[in-house]
């Protein structure tokens, strides 16, 4: 074996056929050494009419193999896992078996198509935008989807969702500079989840499991720290700079003692669109003004940090889609999705602008 | 119950909007795809960020997978790859600009006794070496080495037919030696 040839020498030697034979055998052998089936020296013996040229390359794959593995960061890991969590349990109840779909599906049409006629500006206001005429109707239906959740455990599920929608929205309304709004959204988030923490505890102390109500909060508390501390780096000036007074408002609140979430029992303590239905522990809402707000229609796409329009994307839409479009852009595969943007359409990116109806002080900015 | 069965049972689990079977299924998978991308990208940061919008495009379309081909890990690290191209794509960069960079490399830690130490700097002479590899070889090596994955699987990843995966690992493991003689 020449030295040009050294490092082929089944080619040099035997021509075209053995080259598939042997190919044939380094990926079968390649499979079982690297799955622990059998040791190099299992292989060659086994192939002994290659074992020459088969040993190195196997050992070198094994080497390659130690060469290349990485030990995954522990903590991103679970707090991915965490963020993962909170979205699919957001996303449970639009899940159906596919008897169900078939059975509802034409109701969930007729339903759909009466919905559109009759109450199409309230369908369009569910994805509104703080910039927008029809944002205070989207906080009352919102409340409205909270009332109609049955259980406490529900209810915080629902405010979890408004509280993710706010976040959302400031994500937008910041990637867009109109920090008229960070305030208010800011506002809603923290009325939200101080909402959301008040029904989980009113769930607990009915014995409701709140295991995963609790973890849901926790990874959008999570979120709203991530969230503030990339786009207070990557903000346009205006932006970052309300954004800073408002959190620093917080703090500030936070050490006066005033940060804490108050859930009571009693029937005046219930959010404002609770307000009549008796159920006991619930809480107060703090919003003084329209009673309620956050984004349901927002909450299709909590942020995974990667979607980050700034730090991630890099391709903040001016039309709204907090989550961007950056996606696999390519065929997935024969068998998967073939949808090629995993990013949701944004619902409210042709809203008109207007001027907010309120800035509806709510209570306190949540403590984190 | 094989391996695959459990997998199958798992997806169908997450298709019915079992949450917990998304948990476990994102448990199995994590450091494998987080592996495969920070080994590209170079960059802890941004290795993380696609592998949680990896994981994220498969919580919301997973209802869309049918069991064909290859199967879902195929199907999972074809969306990876898409999701790095894609980085690549907004970064402006090729991804063989910066692929296996030495900056994710493992460093050693402490201090080494002298046969510890001459490990490393081979593996990290190892790793240099596959990211001179081209493009399709260093696919091949890093799925085939580091999730021994199948021919078949591979092919589906990086769009390639069996044979020419196969041609492919033996092509790179023989340069990938000649490189290391010399």
């Known amino acids: 074996m020449g030295s040009d040839n050294k490092f082929n020498s089944v080619e040099a030697e035997s021509g075209a056929g053995s080259v598939d034979r042997f190919e044939d055998l380094l990926n079968r052998d390649l499979e079982r050494v690297l799955a622990g089936k059998a040791s190099v020296e299992e292989c060659t013996t086994s ?4 074992a020459d040229d088969l040993k190195p390359l196997l050992g070198l794959a094994l080497s390659g193999r130690e060469a290349l593995r990485v030990e995954a960061p522990v903590l991103s890991k679970e707090i991915s896992r965490q963020k993962l969590m909170a979205h699919a349990e957001s996303i449970r109840p639009q899940r159906r078996s596919r008897l169900a779909r078939i059975v509802w599906r034409p109701l969930a049409l007729t339903a759909g198509l009466f919905v559109l006629l009759s109450a199409g500006t309230a369908v369009a206001a569910s994805g509104a935008a703080p910039d927008s005429i029809l944002y ?98 990557t903000a346009p000036e205006e932006a970052a700079r309300t954004l800073r007074d408002a959190e620093g408002d917080a703090a500030e609140s936070d050490n006066a003692g005033g940060g804490a979430m108050q859930p009571s029992s009693g029937a005046g303590n219930q959010p404002a669109g609770n307000q009549g239905s008796g159920n006991e522990g619930e809480i107060e809402n703090h919003d003084g003004g329209s009673g309620g707000s956050g984004g349901s229609g927002g909450y299709e796409q909590p942020d995974m940090g990667s979607h980050d329009n700034s730090q991630h994307n890099g391709d903040s839409q001016s039309g709204g889609n907090n989550s961007g479009d950056s996606g696999h852009s390519s065929d997935q595969s024969p068998e998967g999705p073939q949808s090629d943007n995993h990013k949701s359409e944004d619902s409210h990116s042709s809203m008109p602008q207007a001027e907010p109806s309120s800035m509806a002080p709510s209570g306190q900015r949540m403590g984190h | 119950m094989t391996e695959k069965h459990q997998l199958q049972r798992l997806i169908k689990r997450i298709q019915r909007g079992d949450v917990n079977a998304f948990g476990q299924l994102y448990d199995q998978f994590h450091d494998p795809v987080y592996s495969y991308v920070l080994r590209q990208t170079g960059s802890q940061v941004d290795a993380e960020d696609i592998t949680a919008s990896v994981f994220l495009y498969v919580l919301e379309k997973i209802d869309t997978f049918t069991w064909r081909g290859a199967g879902f890990a195929a199907w999972l690290f074809r969306i990876a790859r898409n999701d790095i191209l894609d980085h690549f794509r907004r970064q402006g960069k090729g991804a063989r600009e910066i692929a296996l960079s030495e900056e994710v490399m493992k460093q050693p830690s402490g201090i080494l006794v002298e046969d510890q130490a001459e490990a490393a700097w081979d593996e990290r002479r190892l790793r240099r070496k596959i990211a001179d590899l081209s493009e399709d070889q ?45």
């Open chain 1, 47 to 50: 192939s002994s009419e290659f």
């Open chain 2, 138 to 182: 260093q696919q091949v090596v890093l799925l085939k080495l580091m999730m021994n994955f199948s021919n078949r699987e591979v092919g589906e990843i990086i769009g390639k037919s069996e044979g020419a995966v196969k041609a492919l690992t033996h092509r790179a493991l023989v340069s990938l030696r000649k490189q290391m003689e010399e």
């Open chain 1, 136 to 233: 205070p109707l989207r906080e009352r239906l919102e409340d409205a989807r909270t009332t109609l959740a049955m259980q406490n455990a529900d209810r915080a599920q629902v405010e979890v969702g408004h509280a993710n929608g706010s976040l959302d929205q400031l994500d937008q309304m910041v990637g867009e500079n109109k920090s008229d709004y960070i305030a208010r959204l800011l506002s809603d988030y923290d009325r939200h989840l101080n909402n959301a923490a008040g029904f989980a505890q009113a769930a607990a102390a009915n014995g409701e499991n709140t295991a995963d109500i609790e973890a849901l909060i926790q990874a959008t508390r999570d979120r709203h720290d991530a969230m503030i501390k990339s786009l207070e780096r």
